[in-house]
């Protein structure tokens, strides 16, 4: 059964709270939230995934580099006190503040870490389909499913005919949640292609009703594969962009 998942950004505990409550409240399709680990904000995403329990399953992202490999990894806990069976596994980005500390290792090595240390989580990984070519992208994505990763979340697609050819490289079976997310002003648009190599077609425009048709194609493309759909609003109220969708 195709899965709907929302990213909601933990900025702060209450609005954090307030958009769970909006999404429970208006978007009956949803079933699942995600929360990603971001440097810039204190809320960690287990802890922001904890407010999302019972009512959604919760799917906290987890920064490999900011886990020390000789310590005991510090979100479990916290995980099985809300009953959280899912995780999404990014090596991250090195952090603005050069003085946090980070470590040296990957997804891959958090990956297979959590596979031995916490065999209960349903561990998913990371899909770029732009920072590198088809082959390179594939070989990562093995070495990820070696280490035991169950599946994979995308960063966001705005391409059917892209997400169609990736579909088609996976390993048959692959559980896969296809990401999309708003795009409403040029700038973005722009960033987009120049900052992260995105795949646009000539259709695209950077306005509501283009995003929101994408997204419903999305999501009709992941209920054929029945594979589960991952939606990232950003900049835009997440009613106003999946309303009437989900």
């Known amino acids: 059964m195709t899965r709907v998942s929302v990213e909601l950004v933990p900025r702060s505990r209450s ?5 769970i409550a909006e999404v429970a409240g208006a ?16 809320l960690r995403s287990w802890v922001g995934c904890g407010f999302a329990r019972p009512g959604f ?10 886990f020390n490999p000789r310590e005991p990894l510090p979100f479990l806990p916290l995980l099985e006190e809300h009953g959280i069976r899912e995780v999404l596994v990014v090596t991250g980005d090195a ?14 090595d958090l990956i297979r870490r959590l596979t031995r240390d916490a065999p209960h989580l349903r ?26 990763a169950a599946g994979f979340f995308t960063q966001p ?6 997400l169609d050819t990736w579909a088609d490289l996976l390993p048959d079976g692959t559980d896969v ?17 120049a900052r992260n ?14 995003n929101r048709v994408f997204a419903r194609d999305l999501l009709t493309f992941a209920r054929q594969r029945q594979h589960h759909a991952y939606f990232m609003p950003v900049k835009v109220n997440v009613l106003e962009y999946l309303g009437g969708i989900l």
């Open 15 to 19: 609005g954090l709270r307030a958009e």
């Open 27 to 42: 978007l009956g399709g949803v079933d699942t939230v995600n929360v990603p680990d971001l440097t810039r904000y204190s």
């Open 57 to 66: 399953a919760a799917i906290p992202h987890l920064r490999a580099v900011d």
């Open 95 to 108: 952090p603005i503040d050069m003085s946090a500390k980070v470590y040296d290792q990957d997804a891959v």
């Open 123 to 148: 561990v998913y990984a990371g899909l770029d389909p732009y920072r590198q070519s088809f082959v390179r992208e594939r070989d990562y994505l093995e070495r990820k499913l070696d280490a035991g």
């Open 157 to 162: 697609f705005f391409d059917l005919r892209l």
């Open 177 to 193: 949640w296809w990401g999309a997310t708003s795009i409403l002003t040029e700038a973005s648009f722009n960033y987009w292609r």
């Open 197 to 210: 190599h995105a795949v646009f077609p000539r259709t695209f425009t950077p306005t509501l009703d283009c």
